[in-house]
């Protein structure tokens, strides 16, 4: 330390340092360069995308929702309802609207799931909302069923029925079937609470919450659900066990009553 | 052809008696008809395959209990498989099932073809009687019981007759009196619930306090009062009456201007109670701002406090009076004003 | 005792078994009356041993069910073998509800026959009383049964309804809160019936092990002790008989107890338990274990009762939110009260019917012969447009499930049964006695024109007949083997003395009665001798 004391005095030294700062300059630089320019061209994949989006709203929802999404009277502002909400809608089919009626029904979807994305990234750059949750945020195989369907009964099957199988609402209004949605679908469904549906932010229900209402529907309401007790009537209640109960239980036992009661073939017709 | 046919009959008299059948009626009862013999009265073969029917209905039978047994040890009881059309379901209690039903089945089966096939199928006409006994009897009876009522002097000793009917009058009153402590008086237990001054509102899902800015435009919050645990032995009766939902409506929506009062900023809290019998109302339409009540439909205008807009509910829900403390935290302005679920006589 | 046998052989064994038991209990009289008793021969006979095989096959599976179930509303946080149910929170009545589901081997299947045998007798018992009812079969001497018929009807439905309400599900619980509401709605007594039943405020910890006693012990002890009386009454009455050749108001035809109904009803009962085995083993009932266990500040959509309570839950969604404090400061809630006060007078006029209709026609003699439906048109229309106002109900019962599954609207739906409670029935009543009269009209055709055969004719003057044959003797008779009562007449307004009779309100009442049972619009009728003799004489023999 001592020579670099004596030597710091040197006519040469501010040179020696200027040459190591720069050294160093270009060695930071050339440590973080990569990621600023990945940075770059995401955000530039992420304008292309919000142009091609832009491009399938006009032709597609700007009709109805207005050129810049600011809503009209036939749809409302897209302001701030996010990429989830999107994703959602156009996802199930329920967007673009076929015709207007109590609410709008699940229709085979019209785009493919890189349109979505791009009207999805398009909407999200109006205004900040909900952005399209992660796998992990929504995959049943990570969320406790038991935990699920108690929330499920607190907060949905009010509506949706026990197992989601869906219900009734005022004026033609109707809560829909939840068999068959993608757990995706139903985290998007929660978070933005399309048409008349509540909205279920993470302030009042977080993501592990939403993770097990979506495990509690994988057990219960789906392709591999399991119905101990045999053919499950549609998992609708009294009444059609109770239509059962009539039409195949008594029938068929009235239908045993009339064999029973009939006299039997006489030998000789008459 | 009016009704030349019809018995006479007094103006008043019992209507109607059994048409007189003359001699030359072509109506008359040809009487019962001979029997017919069956293939198998007839016809020793074919009652031997009735024979050999029913006893393999009753074979069939054996077999199906015995599957029953072997359905029992064999298969473990949370095993589940696909049976087409039925679904996954348990495969020992299918089995279980099936194989009881049939046994069950063809054990009926084999008696009623045997009854139909091989027993006599002769019908035999049997002769009803009258069901009122003759005059001889009845004046017997009545002989007899007021021969018995003068011997035990009922009718002449009127002082034992009345003190019996009062000691039997009162007798039973024991019993109602013993009923007594099936559940305590009403008082005013229907008029409070576990809300009060002070007490923050907890988030039913995340059990913790709930902020202003939890409640998005849209949402629809379930708050239980603070201090009330799930695992507390009177959860679910304090629950019953005290269950709240919170909404937040755009305050230029809401029509009830007391009701945006009992507010903060468009957050109002309704009881979830229905006030008709008592079911949690909670389907909340985000967008009409109408709550039905998924057991009898009662609406409710959650945008004009909560008034009564369809279905068999005879007043609005109650509202909480809330705001937001110094932390904070939304919390109870005191106690509903009014008793929350359905209604009752002394409610007022 | 060795009298009776000492004829020419010893007794066998088994007929000195059978001898102890006459010298004590009097065995043999009895078999005498009763081991050749004759049973007619008709489908709907069979109905009521329906109810009865599937009330044995309940206590039969209910008493199973005892051994499992505890009637508890303790809590306790469930570990058990149904994973999507673990560690919430629940009373052991719903525990031992998943235990007997998932741990007992066979529990599950005998809790679903416990359970489809329940809906199947209600169902059953149902059918059986309009057989009664629309046959006539519930005229003198029969008044009685019918009320005990009836009864057992009506704790069949409380019997149901308790046997719901006890795994304290999610569903149940939810018909127990309704039930709670209801009786807190009842003017004066209301809070006071509901602290009582409930042992304090909803839900408490006794309704449970309350419903318990009610539904195991309390409502089948009765209902036994009413279908022992039932049975034996039928045994003593003899069962109803159709019109027929051979078969009159004294006799009864058919075949013997022994052998033949023996096998025929015991095969019966073995057909009933398997068909409602078969069932069970294959389709779900009530799946508490996706329903969750009870809590006051959680419901489902489609919270329905069981059928059978259907029509009373459709009163109660029909109704309109009518709600009146009177000047006392006290509050009637008529969205309650009046389905409930609906609920009690409706099966009392039921139970009351076969009274009201021999005050009518005054007719005081037994009645063995069941009527054709036709021939009593009013009844039968009264009948039709009965379940035509319970069918209206029951839809308004099941208006959410018809709106998402129709695609309606729930509040249309309403509205079509709040109109059709009042509307359906009086044109139901219209229409089955126009069917009743038309149906009359054609039996009369038949037994004086004969049987439409199809065959063409051309007479010789070119005109073209169809060719009736005429009816065989015994069709003949059984069409016109049915009596028509007169309408009785408003009596002459003054008697012989020249004073003017008074007619009270009752009389005047009874007098238009019978006028639309008996009178022109409700009966054709039936062909006479002298009709028939005139027709089949020659003259206009088309």
């Known amino acids: 330390m001592k020579k670099l004391s004596v030597r710091r005095r040197h006519p040469l030294a501010a040179l020696v340092v200027l040459l190591i700062a720069l050294a160093a300059t270009g060695g930071l630089y050339a440590t973080f360069a990569p990621a600023d320019k990945a940075k770059a061209e995401e955000s530039s994949a992420q304008s292309l995308a919000i142009d091609e989006g832009k491009k399938l709203y006009q032709v597609g929802c700007a009709s109805c929702h207005g050129t810049g999404g600011q809503g009209s009277s036939d749809g409302p502002s897209l302001v701030g309802v996010g990429a989830a909400a999107v994703d959602f809608q156009v996802g199930t089919g329920r967007m673009p609207l076929q015709q207007p009626g109590a609410q709008a029904p699940k229709k085979p979807v019209a785009y493919s799931q890189t349109e979505i994305d791009q009207l999805a990234a398009y909407v999200a750059s109006l205004g900040p909302g909900p952005a399209q949750p992660n796998k992990s945020d929504y995959d049943p195989a990570g969320g406790d069923a038991a935990r699920g369907g108690d929330l499920f009964r607190t907060n949905c099957a009010q509506c949706h029925n026990f197992i989601g199988k869906g219900g009734a609402l005022t004026h033609g209004k109707f809560a829909p079937d939840l068999g068959g949605v993608t757990p995706k679908h139903m985290y998007e469904a929660m978070e933005t609470g399309p048409q008349n549906m509540p909205v279920f932010p993470e302030s009042l229900l977080k993501q592990k919450d939403k993770q097990d209402i ?38 068929l036992l009235i239908g045993v009553a009339c064999w029973v009661a009939a006299h039997t073939a006489k030998a000789r017709k008459s | 052809m009016s009704s030349e046919h019809l018995p006479s009959e007094a103006d008043h008299g019992p209507a109607g008696q059994v048409a007189v059948a003359d001699h030359e009626d072509p109506f008359k009862d040809p009487g ?10 007839i016809d020793e073969r074919s009652a031997k395959r009735s024979e050999r029917t029913v006893a393999l209905l009753f074979t069939i039978s054996m077999l199906a209990t015995i599957g029953f047994i072997a359905s029992f040890v064999a298969f473990p009881v949370d095993k589940m498989a696909y049976v087409w059309p039925l679904g996954h379901v348990s495969i020992l209690h299918l089995m279980l099932g099936l194989t009881l039903g049939i046994a069950l089945f ?33 004046a017997k009876v009545f002989a007899d019981f007021k021969q018995g009522a ?132 909670s389907l909340y339409e985000q967008q009409t701002h109408h709550v039905l009540c998924p057991c009898h439909q009662s609406t409710f205008d959650l945008a004009d406090g909560a008034k009564v807009i369809f279905g068999p509910a005879g007043h609005a829900l109650p509202q909480l009076k809330i705001h937001v403390n110094d932390d904070g935290y939304l919390e109870a302005l005191g106690d509903f004003a009014e008793p929350v679920g359905p209604s009752f006589w002394e409610r007022g | 005792m060795a009298t009776a046998t000492d004829s020419r052989r010893p007794a066998s064994k088994g007929e000195k078994v059978a001898d102890w038991a006459d ?134 439905c409380i019997a149901g309804f308790t046997g719901y309400s006890l795994p304290d599900d999610l569903l149940s619980g939810t018909g127990v809160r309704f039930m709670q509401g209801a009786i807190m709605g009842m003017p004066l007594v209301g809070t006071y019936l509901a602290m009582f039943l409930y042992g304090g405020e909803f839900p408490g910890d006794d309704v449970i092990p309350r419903f318990f006693s009610i539904h195991v012990l309390l409502v089948p002890g009765i209902m036994l002790g009413l279908l022992v009386a039932h049975l034996i009454l039928v045994f003593y009455h003899k069962h109803t008989q159709f019109a027929g050749p051979g078969r009159t108001n004294k006799n009864v035809v058919g075949m013997p107890l022994l052998p033949v109904y ?62 009146w404090v009177i000047p006392t400061g006290h509050t009637i809630n008529f969205g309650v009260f009046i389905p409930l006060m609906v609920v009690g007078v409706i099966p009392i006029a039921i139970a009351l019917y076969p009274f009201f209709e021999s005050w009518l026609t005054g007719d005081k003699r037994e009645h063995h012969i069941a009527d054709r439906p ?21 839809i308004g019962g099941g208006n959410d499930l018809w709106a998402t599954h129709l695609h309606l609207s729930i509040n249309s739906i309403t509205w079509f049964v709040r109109i059709g409670f009042f509307v359906v029935p009086p044109i139901v009543f219209w229409i089955t006695r126009r069917i009743c009269l038309g149906l009359q009209r054609r039996d009369r055709d038949k037994v004086l024109h004969g049987r439409e055969s199809g065959i063409i004719k051309r007479l010789p003057h070119g005109e073209f007949i169809e060719v009736h044959e005429p009816l065989a003797q015994e069709e003949m008779h059984t069409l016109t083997a049915h009596e028509q009562y007169r309408p009785l007449e408003a009596g002459p307004k003054v008697d012989e003395n020249g004073v003017v009779r008074k007619q009270g309100v009752v009389e005047r009442v009874r007098t238009k009665l019978s006028k639309n049972y008996f009178g022109d619009a409700g009966q054709i009728p039936k062909p006479t001798a002298e009709e028939y003799r005139e027709v089949t004489s020659g003259h206009g023999h088309h």
């Open chain 3, 262 to 323: 023996m096998a025929k009803a015991g095969g019966f009962f073995f057909l009933v338990f398997g068909v409602i085995t078969v069932i069970a083993g294959a389709v779900t009932i009530n799946p508490i274990w996706v329903l969750g266990p009870y809590r006051p500040d959680q419901v489902s959509t489609g919270a329905q009762p069981d059928w059978y309570m259907g029509w009373t839950e459709g009163m109660i969604r029909m109704m309109p939110g009518w709600e």
């Open chain 1, 214 to 251: 979506i495990a509690w529907l994988d057990t219960v309401n789906s392709d591999k659900a399991e119905e101990p007790g045999g053919y499950g009537l549609g998992g609708l209640g009294p009444v059609s066990e109770g239509l059962f109960a009539w039409v195949i239980g008594l029938v």
């Open chain 3, 23 to 156: 010298g004590r209990l009097g065995i043999y009289g009895l078999a005498k009356a009763n081991m050749r008793k004759i049973f007619p021969d008709h489908w709907s006979f069979m109905l009521g041993e329906i109810c009865l095989y599937s009330f044995i096959i309940i206590i039969l599976t209910g008493v199973y069910l005892t051994l499992f179930f505890k009637p508890s509303m303790a809590e306790l946080v469930y570990d058990g073998s149904y994973g999507p149910m673990n560690g919430i929170h629940m009373t052991e009545a719903y525990a031992s509800t998943l235990d007997i589901s998932f741990d007992v081997r066979g529990g599950l299947l005998v809790r679903q026959i416990h359970h489809w045998a329940a809906l199947i007798f209600i169902a059953a018992m149902a059918v059986h009383m309009m057989r009664v009812f629309f046959t006539g079969a519930f005229r003198k001497p029969r008044e009685i049964n019918w009320l005990f018929g009836f009864l057992l009807l009506v704790l069949g």
């Open chain 3, 374 to 394: 036709r021939n009593v048109p009013t009844r039968t229309a009264f009948g039709v447009a009965w379940l035509s106002w319970v069918f209206m109900c029951m």
């Open chain 2, 32 to 41: 019962l008809p001979p029997h017919e013999p069956r293939k198998q009265d």
């Open chain 2, 150 to 281: 003068e011997e035990s002097g009922f009718g002449r000793r009127k002082l034992l007759r009345n003190t019996l009917f009062g000691a039997l009058t009162l007798l039973p009153l024991s019993g109602i009196v013993l009923l007594r402590d099936l559940g305590p008086l009403p008082e005013d237990k229907l008029r409070h619930t576990l809300w009060g001054k002070g007490k923050r509102l907890i988030n039913e899902n995340t059990e913790e306090p709930l902020r202003p800015e939890d409640i998005t435009l849209g949402s629809l919050a379930f708050a239980m009062p603070e201090g009330l645990k799930k695992d507390d032995h009177d959860f679910n009766v304090e629950i019953a009456k005290a269950a709240l939902m919170l909404v937040r409506i755009h305050p230029d929506d809401i029509k009830d201007k007391k009701s945006l009062d009992w507010g903060h900023d468009g957050i109002l809290a309704f009881s979830k109670i229905c006030t008709h019998v008592g079911c949690p109302v």
């Open chain 2, 106 to 138: 063809c054990i009926g089966a084999g008696a009623v073809h045997w009854a139909r096939t091989l027993m006599s199928d002769v019908e035999i006409a049997d002769e009803r009687h009258d069901i009122e006994a003759d005059a001889e009897t009845r």
